[in-house]
């Protein structure tokens, strides 16, 4: 993000979405501003408050693309949310702060994976061993008399060491529990079998060789966490520290088993408390939220007494975004600046509708256009991710060579601007549907034949969505 300008972020944008430089220029100037808030000096940091966007335009023209992409490039946690899910405090249904709570679990899970990977090596180090030691059972010792004794004696040391229940019983916290080695015997023959199976592995020729290890249990969703979260409680972590979690035996391919053993042994390395505040803190300061359908929660002319008040949604938005405490089971987090994007179509509605107060938050306001038939020609070839590449490269998978020729992407991109114009207009999505007629076909037949090269033409093109199209009523309901 350092390194960025604006102009670059845009350049980044421009690989992945087609048009709508305004709204690119405008979202890049937000971003980069937070960089230059950082600068400045702290008591002044308080005072530079984002400046909030409002983008306007119909479905599919890249509004939500346009947000999500920018908070890749920047490695911001990002999160979307539909205003039509919230209801007003008092209601049942989703509050407003929720979609704060969201964020800072996107932002804890990005943390979570810098820290995994930065002691990647390392943790991948002790699993290989321990596949190993898997893969090649040591001899089980017999069991004598005392052993009983000797795991109540463990287990008293244990109950001396730990003032907390869940260490005491929770399998794997005692010693030697982890090592599949333990109370069995290493003969010589086996550790010359580990020697040959590690060679193997490190080799990458055991990766789907099936191995069964010992997992904790994942818990249940508990509909009560969520409530308790509401009032900053994390309850899953509490009832982990009173109730151990069950330990279960699954039976993965190697490159299965080694991800999981990694996750779970990179989880009791790393500082949990350490993260969570990263976490928030990031959040705070780089934090982005898309709120889709806001022209929703405009009461316009359709005021009823009977429905949930949109105006009572808005007021409910209102503080959050003009920054306040929301507190969450990681911890208090600020919004004071953290980025908001509102999003919507405003066709039977104006920005002017909301209250005055939200509007005030929103200064900045950007119109995305229709799409044209040059700007479809465009999605369907230009992008880094263009729809067209994408069904060559799972068409390859089939062992078909798939290619377009200009004039079908032409015709193509002549479809899918006819139908949005005399059906309603989904803007580019309208590009996916037309594709999946056209190639309906040959992604049906392509695994159970040898297809080899297959040229998709203006005629094909015709051939398999023409009637369709020409057919008002028919196109209606299939494209």
């Not at 996107?106 to 979570?112: D, G, I």
């Not at 996916?432 to 392509?446: N, P, R």
Request: aromatic letters at 4%.
């Amino acid at each position: 993000m350092d390194n960025l300008t604006p102009k670059q972020i845009v350049e980044q944008l421009d690989k992945f979405i087609i048009g709508q430089d305004e709204a690119k220029k405008s979202v890049a100037i937000a971003l980069y501003n937070r960089y230059r808030r950082m600068q400045v000096p702290d008591k002044m940091q308080q005072e530079i408050t984002p400046k909030n966007l409002l983008m306007i335009g119909p479905t599919g023209v890249g509004k939500t693309e346009i947000a999500r992409r920018l908070a890749k490039i920047v490695k911001a946690p990002f999160v979307k949310v539909e205003a039509t899910k919230f209801t007003e405090v008092g209601y049942v249904g989703r509050d407003v702060e929720s979609m704060v709570r969201d964020l800072v679990d996107v932002a804890v899970t990005m943390e979570e994976k810098e820290k995994f990977d930065e002691i990647r090596p390392e943790v991948s180090r002790k699993v290989d061993k321990k596949l190993v030691k898997l893969l090649v059972p040591a001899i089980k010792k017999e069991q004598k008399q005392e052993n009983g004794m000797n795991d109540f004696m463990s287990m008293l040391t244990n109950m001396g060491n730990s003032s907390n229940l869940g260490d005491m019983l929770r399998p794997g916290t005692q010693a030697g529990n982890d090592d599949p080695d333990e109370g069995r015997d290493v003969t010589d023959d086996v550790a010359n079998k580990r020697l040959s199976v590690k060679e193997q592995l490190d080799q990458g020729l055991l990766e789907d060789k099936e191995v069964t290890i010992q997992v904790e249990e994942s818990r249940k969703a508990n509909p009560m966490n969520d409530q308790m979260a509401n009032m900053g409680i994390d309850m899953s972590s509490m009832m982990d520290s009173i109730i151990p979690k069950k330990m279960i035996s699954r039976t993965l391919p190697v490159k299965d088993a080694r991800e999981a053993l990694i996750q779970e042994e990179s989880a009791k390395r790393v500082d949990h408390d350490e993260i969570y505040q990263a976490a928030i803190e990031k959040t705070e300061n780089k934090g982005i939220i898309f709120i889709d359908e806001f022209d929703k929660i405009t009461a316009g002319d359709k005021k009823t007494s009977g429905e949930v008040s949109r105006e009572g949604v808005q007021r409910d938005i209102l503080p959050i975004v003009e920054g306040s405490q929301i507190n969450t089971k990681y911890g208090a987090v600020r919004t004071d600046h953290i980025l908001f994007i509102g999003s919507g179509a405003f066709a039977e509605s104006k920005p002017s509708d909301l209250i005055a107060e939200l509007q005030g938050r929103f200064p900045i306001r950007v119109e995305l256009k229709d799409l044209t038939e040059d700007d479809f020609i465009q999605i369907l070839t230009k992008p880094d991710n263009a729809l067209t590449k994408q069904y060559v490269a799972l068409t390859k998978a089939d062992g078909i060579n798939l290619v377009f020729t200009k004039e079908a992407v032409e015709e193509i991109a002549k479809v899918a601007f006819d139908l949005n114009n005399t059906n309603q207009n989904i803007g580019a999505r309208r590009l996916s549907t037309v594709l999946e007629k056209l190639l309906a076909d040959i992604l049906f037949e392509g695994p159970d034949m040898q297809m080899g090269d297959i040229t998709i033409t203006r005629e094909y093109v015709k051939e398999q969505v023409g009637k369709i199209v020409s057919d008002t009523d028919l196109s209606r309901y299939i494209l």
